[in-house]
């Protein structure tokens, strides 16, 4: 199925759907929180989009938590990236385990790495984290406290024996939240 | 300048026999090195200014400087300089992941690569390498490879203009 | 749909399914390391420095013969040490005969390397396991092993 014809076909059946971009054969979809098992089974069916390459989250903060899969046909060579915003408060979405086989350890990752839960997952279990690991860490909120609890090396200024309150700027190393840790 | 810097310093045996891991075959592996191998960072300190944007800029935070400013008095009545004075350079090679970026961002060329890569120890604290041992790595920084045949000039060399010793023409490796 | 789990890794790496045979764990023999010392070396390839010791273990050594006197057991822990797997670093640890040996081989198992700020890295092999050797690099020649190994033998050997 052509780029330009997805938009029509999903226009269709899912009337929330919209195509944000379509570049190089990657068309980008958006669609609303309750069509997303049929933007994928449309996906499958009707675009041919029949490997399942990965699915995961983008922590959009205020406005939410993205999650977006990439779904690819092998016959015409297109990408569909399927993206869908859940609401902070409320992560909660649809699992697509039923739909592609490759999505249960994808949504098992995704649910320990954002805290997303997947309604209908068989075993929404962690995969990769260690048992009793607190948190989500690929959240921006999940701050590197290694980063913040070692002394970093260019906090000094030119010319300063040791790092001193009398810096005139204090300088932030990347990755650590201004005012982390919390005094 | 000619010559590579350990035949003009008069040492040109690597330096990792004189610290216990010396690894026979070493001399007949650096010739077969690619130029530009990564194997260690050597510290040329004579150009450092303790600027610190290496410190700044190492994504692992693996180079320690502590310095302190010294007041210069002027020769002949004139104002006195302020200079930062290098008290400790430390590189711990146990984070080092190599990337190169401190060598980029020195403004002043103190850092510099040397494909010495056989310094294993038999504890952590040995992997962190202090200024005299980040010097005498200078030692075993080859020369730089040369140009490309064809290759344009670098922008020092254009901008020095004629008369100036620079080279007249891109094809000129080789001479200063 | 039927449940499915991350198998734990095993030593062999034998997931479900997969038969090791002649498998990565069978040690390998470094050879000329001295007179009457033979290097059983365990390689636990975690990452990309694992790709080194391979390839330093194909061209410098071949499949040891049984141990016999003299043997020293070097486990080369190759790669980054993540806070799941550090439980079955120990336990290959643990399962090493005696005399045995631990070589850390890069950044990543040294301190955890590039890694160290990470959620899940071990910031080194040496929070877990007793470390007689690191081995600089990101990753490491292969050459650099055996300068390791040499060392290793330098201090505990004949």
Redesign the interface.
């Known amino acids: 199925m052509k780029p330009g014809e997805i938009l029509a076909g999903l226009g269709g059946t899912l009337p929330g759907a919209r195509v944000v971009a379509e570049a190089g054969g990657m068309v980008t979809v958006d669609v609303p929180r309750q069509d997303w098992l049929p933007a994928l089974a449309f996906a499958r069916d009707e675009a041919g989009c029949d490997f399942f390459d990965w699915l995961t989250a983008v922590d959009e903060q205020d406005e939410g938590l993205a999650v977006v899969a990439h779904l690819y046909s092998i016959e015409s060579g297109l990408h569909l990236l399927v993206r869908t915003l859940l609401p902070a408060g409320d992560p909660v979405l649809a699992s697509a385990?039923?739909l592609f086989?490759g999505a249960?350890?994808a949504e098992r990752e995704t649910h320990e790495m954002f805290g997303v839960v997947f309604d209908g997952h068989?075993?929404l279990t962690p995969?990769?984290?260690?048992e009793g690991?607190d948190g989500h860490?690929l959240r921006k909120d999940?701050p590197?406290?290694?980063?913040a609890a070692?002394p970093?090396?260019?906090a000094?200024?030119?010319?300063?024996?040791?790092a001193s309150a009398r810096s005139r700027r204090r300088?932030v190393?990347p990755?650590v939240p201004e005012g982390w840790p919390p005094a | 300048m000619t010559g590579n810097l350990a035949e003009r310093s008069g040492r040109a045996e690597p330096v990792g026999a004189a610290h216990g891991a010396a690894v026979p075959g070493d001399q007949e592996m650096a010739a077969a090195l690619p130029p530009r191998s990564r194997g260690v960072l050597a510290l040329f300190e004579e150009n450092c200014t303790v600027c610190m944007l290496c410190a700044r800029e190492c994504p692992d935070w693996c180079i320690f400087i502590e310095s302190h400013k010294q007041t210069v008095p002027a020769a002949d009545g004139g104002r006195p300089r302020v200079r930062n004075v290098l008290d400790r350079f430390a590189i711990d090679f146990s984070l080092c992941m190599y990337c190169g970026i401190c060598v980029e961002v020195c403004p002043y060329d103190a850092l510099f690569w040397s494909p010495e890569f056989g310094y294993p120890e038999t504890g952590i604290a040995g992997l962190t390498h202090e200024r005299d041992r980040l010097r005498d790595w200078m030692w075993t920084v080859p020369p730089p490879p040369a140009h490309d045949p064809g290759a344009p000039l670098p922008r020092e060399a254009q901008v020095a203009g004629p008369g100036t010793g620079a080279p007249s023409g891109p094809a000129d490796p080789g001479q200063p | 749909m039927p449940a499915v789990d991350l198998p734990a890794p095993r030593r062999g790496g034998a997931a479900a399914g997969w038969d090791p045979g002649a498998g990565p764990e069978e040690p390998s023999h470094v050879s000329g390391a001295g007179p009457g010392v033979s290097l059983r070396v365990f390689d636990a390839g975690l990452a990309c420095c694992a790709v080194e010791v391979a390839a330093a273990l194909r061209r410098f050594a071949g499949p040891a013969p049984a141990p016999g006197a003299g043997a020293v057991h070097v486990l080369v822990v190759a790669g980054t040490v993540t806070d799941k797997l550090a439980p079955l670093v120990l336990a290959a640890y643990r399962e090493l005969p005696e005399p045995r040996r631990v070589l850390s081989f890069g950044a990543c198992a040294n301190s955890g390397g590039p890694y160290w700020d990470s959620y899940c890295v071990t910031k080194g092999a040496d929070q877990i396991i007793p470390v007689d050797v690191y081995v600089p690099g990101c990753p490491p020649r292969p050459e650099a092993l055996l300068g390791g190994l040499r060392l290793l033998l330098g201090e505990g050997g004949p």
Do not use: H, I, N, S
């Open positions: 385990a039923g086989r249960d350890w068989p075993r995969l990769l984290l260690p690991f860490p999940f590197l406290a290694a980063r070692a970093w090396p260019g000094k200024e030119p010319g300063e024996r040791e300088l190393p990755g």
